[in-house]
Structure formats: C-alpha cells, structure tokens
C-alpha cells in the first residue's frame, strides 16, 4: 500500500489539533484512527509528519539483476523464467524465485509472451 501524503497528514493533525474529535476527523479524511494516533505520536517525537523509512536491509541478490537483465534478454527472448534464474544464479551466485525474477522483468516493461 502506497503512504498517505504527508499534506494529508498535516490535514488530519490540524484538524485535532483544532479540537475536533479524533473519531470525527477519521471518517471525513478516510483513515483510521489508530492513524491519527500514530501520526500525533510521531509528530510529538520527531517534530515532523514525514514517512519514515521502510526497515530492512537493501536487497542484494537483486541488485545489478534489473541492469543485467537486458542484455540477457536481447539474445534469450524466449528463455522461461526458471531458465533465466537458472541464468542469474551462474552469473551472481544468487539464487532467486521464479516470481523475483517475474517482478524484475516486470519492473523493465518485458512480457512473458513467448512465440509459438
């Protein structure tokens, strides 16, 4: 799920700050108020509404796979996903799933159409 806007945010803060009641302002700006009390903690601790950042280190089996991948695909068009894993595991020693690899050439706008 996409993060709420942070002028959305500021919306629903000034409008309890302004005194109204957290269950009033919950249904009018479409989140819950669990929302609004999470968002009122983190401006209290950090002063701001901004996203915080999404935990978790960075990917590394992925990393240079959406760069490699069209020159792999340029003379394997027609290569299934197990074969381009298959592919990707001998090139970085990184063994991925056949629905990472689906996400991947997803990002890069390819089909899994193959011919006939």
């Given at each position: 799920m996409k993060a709420y806007s942070e002028d959305l945010r500021e919306r629903v803060i000034s409008a309890v700050e302004?005194?109204?009641?957290?269950?009033?302002?919950?249904?009018?700006?479409?989140?819950?108020?669990?929302?609004?009390?999470?968002?009122l903690r983190l401006k209290r601790e950090t002063g701001g509404l901004a996203r915080r950042p999404v935990?978790?280190?960075?990917?590394?089996?992925?990393?240079?796979?959406?760069?490699?991948?069209?020159?792999?695909?340029?003379?394997?068009?027609?290569?299934?996903?197990?074969?381009h894993c298959s592919w990707w595991q001998q090139v970085s020693g990184f063994e991925v799933s056949t629905a990472t690899m689906s996400r991947a050439l997803a990002r890069l706008g390819w089909t899994r159409k193959k011919r006939p």
């Open positions: 302004r005194g109204q009641p957290r269950t009033d302002v919950a249904p009018r700006f479409e989140v819950s108020v669990p929302t609004i009390e999470r968002w935990p978790g280190p960075v990917a590394v089996k992925t990393a240079g796979l959406v760069m490699a991948l069209p020159e792999r695909l340029a003379g394997h068009a027609d290569a299934t996903l197990a074969a």
